[in-house]
Structure formats: structure tokens, C-alpha cells
């Protein structure tokens, strides 16, 4: 299945005042080249609230980005290096309401992503932390 993967530009740290700059964090995911930091990257950690959450349904949480993104990652091919840990992938309808949620272990997401998005009632997907909650990067078909 065709789908698109939505990642966030170190460009919306702007819009929390209480962004916090790290002149270095190694071994947080960042969500803008879906990787995780090395020593001496500098990057910003701040509130986000994915978009496809919607009225009760949005979420805000904490995330990290580079300061400065050099990273090109893939937008239609699921980031290998944030999932080799088990997920949990969480999905909204149209409404941006919460359809279900379940745990993925590595090696079984693109089969699970697949599975999902060929349900109809399913508009997107967020992969999110297994132990803290926080949103990865969002997923849709194309
Ligand atoms: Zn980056």
C-alpha cells in the first residue's frame, strides 16, 4: 500500500515559547529526519500536537527536532531506525477520533500499517512511544 509518512520541521518549535535548546541530546528519536540524535547535534525539545487528533482528540506532548535539519528521510517508506522497538500505533478516523490502538513489535509494522490503512474507516495512523506515549511521526495513504 502506497501511504506517506508525516514528519515535523524543526520550524514548529517556533510556535512554543517554552522550547527548550539541548546543544547536545544523543539517543532522542527526532521527529523531523526520523532518526535518533548523535552527540553534538543540537536540538530543540518542545510541545507538539499532531494534526490529525482532532477536539478532544488532540494531543499535545513533548517531542524533539534538530535545531537545524540536514536529513532528507524517506516519505513513503516507514523509518527503520525509530522502529526497532515495539510501537504503539494508534488510529483516527475522518473525525480525528481515536479508532483503536495496539501494540506493534518490530519487523510486523509495515504488514500492520497495511492492514490498517485498507480499512476505510481509518483516515490516519500515529506511531507513538511503547513506555512514554510520545508521538513519533504520523502516516496516511497517499
Ligand atoms: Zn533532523
Redesign the pocket.
Known amino acids: 500500500m502506497a501511504m506517506r509518512i508525516h514528519t515535523v520541521p524543526?520550524s514548529a518549535a517556533l510556535s512554543d515559547p517554552g522550547r527548550e535548546h539541548r546543544a547536545t541530546e544523543p539517543g532522542v528519536p527526532?521527529r523531523?529526519?526520523l532518526r535518533k540524535s548523535l552527540p553534538g547535534e543540537p536540538v530543540w525539545l518542545f510541545r507538539y500536537s499532531p494534526a490529525h487528533g482532532k477536539g478532544p482528540y488532540s494531543e499535545v506532548g513533548p517531542i524533539f527536532?534538530?535545531v537545524e535539519?540536514t536529513?532528507a528521510p524517506s516519505h513513503d517508506r516507514l523509518p527503520a531506525a525509530l522502529l526497532n522497538s515495539p510501537r504503539v500505533l494508534r488510529s483516527y478516523n475522518a473525525a480525528g477520533q481515536i479508532h483503536d490502538g495496539e501494540v506493534v513489535q518490530p519487523g510486523s509494522f509495515d504488514r500492520a500499517v497495511d492492514d490498517l490503512l485498507t480499512d476505510p474507516s481509518i483516515e490516519s495512523l500515529q506511531v507513538r512511544s511503547l513506555s512514554h506515549g510520545c508521538f513519533l511521526f504520523a502516516v496516511t495513504r497517499t
Open positions: 524543526p527526532l523531523c529526519c527536532t534538530h535539519c536529513g
